[in-house]
């Protein structure tokens, strides 16, 4: 068996490293590491040392996706009818024959490769990238005009089935199967080693205080109050440590240009974090980031998180919002504990943040 993996972001990474060491354990596997996140490259050259795949390729798929993502039909068919020299273009070696492939993504290039091993044999596997793995339903006609093309729609035949870390936590409204993915244990020493290693892991000087945890929202175009809640966060918890972690999709940091958070240091990938440390003086912050999540799903850790998602003011998915709160509903049923706060109102944000911060009641 061969298989191919595809990585967009450094969550992506790390599951796909994960897979690589349980779900194949060990059989042959190229990994293509696209440009989406430039800094996937440098990732690339350490894991290059550590011989766990055959092959370690890189792609320059990010302007292919925003060109033929969306536009005429006749635009998207003559694009998928040239992918053979467009791969040439932005790949940095050949691809293989492939049994499998894994992706999370259902960009551009992901469905010309379904178009490019349609006559083989070889299945399209979809895993983890968080929330929107649970919640979307990417292959919808009325969702892309790429769908409602016969090559766009290649890769709805070739999918076989999703990889998810909860898969009773799925609301996608499709008819794919979930399977489990064997979720990162802490206790994994080996697996430790190996991330540290690829994402040149350091020991953080000082993590205490407040922490928010930004998301994508200005790097897809999205408007929303989510500066505005970062600055309210800010001013209830004055007195007190408080920091912004970046998106790393968000190329200007808001935060830091305007002063509502100090600039912070190039910091290793939050679940590399929790793998190494105990985040015992530490309170997340966030809208509805997939990095608030982890630390519960992933690893059983009850963190004190407060979801800012009901004061959120814009629309975090573009179709799928009430189904998002279905999704988070869910997760908190299941994995809510003492530490887990969702607030109605600013006043009752307050309150909590006044709890957490140990000032309440002075």
């Known amino acids: 068996m061969k298989g191919l993996i595809l990585v967009n972001s450094v969550y992506q990474l790390i599951t796909a490293i994960q897979i690589q060491r349980t779900f ?23 894991l290059e040392k550590l011989h766990l795949f ?12 925003r060109k033929y993502a969306v536009g005429k039909e006749e635009e998207i068919k003559e694009g998928f009818r040239n ?24 960009d551009t290039f992901t469905r010309m490769l379904a178009c490019k091993y349609d006559a083989s044999s070889c299945e399209f596997i979809c895993f983890e990238d968080g929330f929107s793995t649970y919640v979307i339903d990417y292959l919808r006609e009325d969702r892309a005009s790429v769908n ?56 953080p000087d000082k993590m205490e205080g407040f922490l928010f945890l930004e998301q994508s929202f200005r790097a897809e175009g999205i408007v929303s109050n989510e500066l505005d809640l970062i600055r309210s966060c800010r001013e209830l918890t004055r ?14 940091i808001l935060p830091y240009r305007r002063g509502i958070a100090p600039h912070g240091e190039k910091e290793a990938p939050w679940e590399l ?17 997939n990095a608030a999540l982890t630390g519960r799903l992933l690893f059983g850790m009850d963190i004190p998180t407060v979801m800012l998602y009901p004061l959120f003011e814009g629309r975090v998915l573009w179709k799928e919002d009430e189904l998002l709160k279905e999704y988070l509903e869910k997760f908190r049923r299941q994995f809510a504990g003492r530490n887990y706060y969702v607030p109605q109102t600013i006043y009752e944000l307050k309150s909590i943040l006044e709890y957490l911060g140990g000032s309440y009641g002075q």
């Open 24 to 46: 194949l354990k060990g059989a042959g596997a190229d990994l293509l590491l696209t440009d989406i996140i430039p800094s996937l490259k440098d990732y690339g050259r350490n």
């Open 83 to 106: 992918r053979e020299q467009i791969f040439r273009w932005i790949l940095s070696d050949s691809l293989a024959s492939y049994d499998q492939v894994y992706f999370s993504n259902f």
């Open 148 to 203: 409602r093309t016969q090559e766009g729609r290649k890769i709805k035949e070739k999918l076989k089935k999703v990889l998810l870390y909860e898969p009773h936590l799925a609301v996608r409204q499709d008819t794919v199967p979930n399977e489990a993915l064997p979720k990162i244990s802490r206790e994994d020493t080996e697996l430790k080693e190996i991330l540290n290693q690829v994402f040149d892991y350091k020991k």
């Open 54 to 65: 055959d092959r370690i390729l890189y792609g320059e798929t990010k302007e292919l996706s």
């Open 273 to 289: 974090y929790l793998l190494n440390e105990e985040p015992e003086k530490l309170v997340l912050l966030t809208v509805c980031s």
């Open 239 to 252: 007195g007190k440590p408080f920091r912004v972690k970046p998106h790393p999709r968000n190329t200007q």
